[in-house]
């Protein structure tokens, strides 16, 4: 009998490489890993050779960095996504995309389960499974992390280490690292370790060396630079003229951002499971496409539409966050997002400097801004009667003066 196959989401780190040697012993497997590229650059140097030598039967590294910037961080930029008003969602925004290609994989391949290496305290283990279930949801999936024979097993990390020592399988860990890390095309996040006291500092100078996107604001370039992005219904075309795909945008403007200390982050943040957590972010080209987007629907889109869709960012961010990128509800509030970007189109110019994103001019074909009407000087196309706001304050003014009146009364 054919022995089954197991598909498991793979970084080469000490997790994944214990995770894929004790899930080829326990459940007597064949084990093909899967390492998306997204953009982790360096840290998929040597990946198949390790997961081959570490027991995989197959292995797969796609890149994917075009389509996570395509279909994934554009369109949740379109959205304005923003979770708890600071974070841009750079990890959420790329757990439904490895996974999707996960089960891909494993309906190719003929696996019938897929492992991940999440614990059970954190929010990826929910996005990896949410999205299995919303494309594959006849699949298995192995979470080691809860299971109770794993952890009885793996108490610590001194006893993955030894694991690893007494199989041969290489890591280049020998001690609890500061901090733990996750680099992808939009972010990179810094999270446990000496970051889980609120209190340190980790802008302070001694903690220069974490960040690995940004040179820290104090030390950027003390002459500022400016940047001309370009839009077509909401998405970014082109930079300083030039037109550029998706993966070019993001790549570029990390570039910039980084060299002008753009795009830091250090919050406590809500996790979906109930705890709060404390996260560090790099994201400098982000922060950049956030700001530009912006302040190009300042300019093109309707009042009532922007406020429509403002009032579902927080819906929309937390369905990111925790997981329910192909859930219907956030599939639907997509169709609107995308109808409110049809005029969401020309140019804005922005002034990089020390870690700030300043508005230095907007421009569009389609504008909805009039100058003659908007001007405190006299306006010659009479469009605008100032007169006409006595009778559209009183007509708002008189609930006010009601419940005023009602008010008063019941004192007396």
């Given at each position: 009998?054919a022995?089954?196959k197991?598909v498991l989401?793979?970084?080469?780190?000490?997790?994944?490489?214990?995770?894929?040697?004790?899930?080829?012993?326990t459940?007597?497997?064949?084990?093909i890993?899967?390492?998306?590229?997204?953009?982790?650059?360096?840290?998929?140097?040597?990946?198949?050779?390790?997961?081959l030598n570490?027991?995989?039967?197959?292995?797969?590294i796609?890149?994917?960095?075009?389509e996570?910037a395509?279909d994934?961080i554009?369109?949740?930029?379109?959205?304005g996504?923003?979770y708890?008003?600071?974070?841009?969602?750079?990890?959420?925004?790329?757990?439904?995309?490895i996974?999707?290609?996960?089960?891909?994989?494993?309906?190719?391949?003929?696996a019938?389960?897929?492992?991940?290496?999440?614990?059970?305290?954190?929010n990826?283990?929910?996005r990896?499974?949410?999205t299995?279930?919303?494309?594959t949801?006849e699949?298995?999936?192995?979470?080691?992390?809860r299971?109770?024979?794993f952890?009885e097993q793996?108490?610590?990390?001194?006893?993955?280490?030894?694991?690893a020592?007494?199989h041969?399988i290489?890591?280049?860990?020998?001690?609890a690292k500061?901090?733990?890390m996750d680099?992808?095309?939009l972010?990179i996040?810094?999270?446990?370790?000496?970051?889980?006291?609120p209190?340190f500092d980790a802008?302070?100078?001694?903690n220069k060396d974490?960040?690995?996107?940004?040179?820290?604001p104090?030390?950027?370039?003390d002459q500022?630079?400016?940047?001309?992005l370009?839009?077509?219904?909401?998405?970014c075309?082109a930079?300083?003229?030039e037109?550029?795909?998706?993966?070019?945008?993001?790549?570029?403007?990390?570039?910039?951002?980084g060299k002008?200390?753009?795009?830091?982050v250090?919050?406590?943040e809500?996790?979906?499971?109930?705890m709060k957590s404390?996260?560090?972010y790099?994201?400098?080209?982000?922060?950049?496409?956030f700001?530009?987007?912006?302040?190009?629907?300042?300019?093109?889109m309707d009042r009532e539409?922007?406020h429509?869709r403002?009032?579902?960012?927080s819906?929309?961010?937390?369905?990111?966050y925790?997981g329910?990128?192909?859930?219907?509800?956030r599939l639907?509030?997509?169709a609107?997002?995308?109808e409110?970007?049809k005029?969401?189109?020309g140019?804005?110019r922005?002034?990089l400097?020390?870690?700030?994103?300043?508005?230095?001019?907007?421009?569009s074909?389609?504008?909805?801004?009039?100058?003659h009407?908007?001007?405190?000087?006299?306006?010659?196309t009479?469009?605008y009667?100032?007169?006409?706001?006595?009778g559209?304050?009183r007509?708002n003014?008189?609930?006010?003066?009601?419940?005023?009146g009602?008010?008063q009364n019941?004192?007396k």
């Open positions: 009998m022995k089954q197991i989401a793979y970084s080469g780190g000490l997790d994944t490489s214990i995770i894929l040697k004790w899930l080829k012993e459940y007597d497997a064949e084990i890993a899967f390492t998306a590229d997204i953009g982790q650059k360096e840290e998929l140097d040597g990946l198949e050779e390790k997961a570490t027991g995989a039967s197959k292995v797969y796609d890149d994917l960095r075009e996570f395509r994934f554009y369109p949740m930029f379109q959205a996504a923003l708890e008003g600071q974070y841009l969602l750079g990890t959420s925004i790329a757990r439904p995309l996974a999707k290609r996960m089960v891909e994989i494993a309906r190719a391949e003929g019938t389960a897929i492992a991940h290496g999440a614990t059970g305290k954190g990826d283990q929910i990896f499974e949410l299995a279930a919303a494309l949801p699949i298995e999936v192995i979470a080691p992390w299971l109770e024979q952890r793996f108490p610590g990390r001194a006893e993955m280490i030894a694991y020592e007494k041969g290489p890591v280049t860990a020998s001690a500061p901090y733990s680099r992808n095309l972010h996040s810094y999270e446990s370790g000496v970051l889980e006291d209190w802008s302070a100078p001694e974490m960040y690995l996107l940004s040179v820290d104090e030390d950027a370039p500022a630079e400016y940047v001309e370009e839009f077509e219904q909401g998405n075309v930079m300083n003229g037109r550029m795909i998706p993966l070019q945008v993001m790549e570029k403007l990390n570039e910039l951002g002008h200390g753009i795009g830091r250090d919050m406590v809500n996790r979906f499971v109930g404390r996260g560090v790099e994201t400098p080209g982000g922060a950049i496409l700001s530009a987007h912006r302040k190009m629907e300042s300019l093109t539409v922007m429509l403002d009032s579902l960012i819906r929309y961010s937390s369905l990111v925790n329910f990128w192909f859930a219907p509800e639907a509030l997509q609107l997002v995308s409110s970007q005029n969401v189109s140019t804005v922005l002034k400097y020390k870690g700030n994103v300043i508005a230095a001019g907007v421009k074909p389609v504008s909805l801004y009039n100058p009407i908007a001007t405190m000087e006299a306006d010659p009479q469009a009667n100032q007169g006409d706001a006595t559209f304050i007509l003014a008189l609930r006010l003066r009601v419940a005023s009602v008010e019941a004192a």
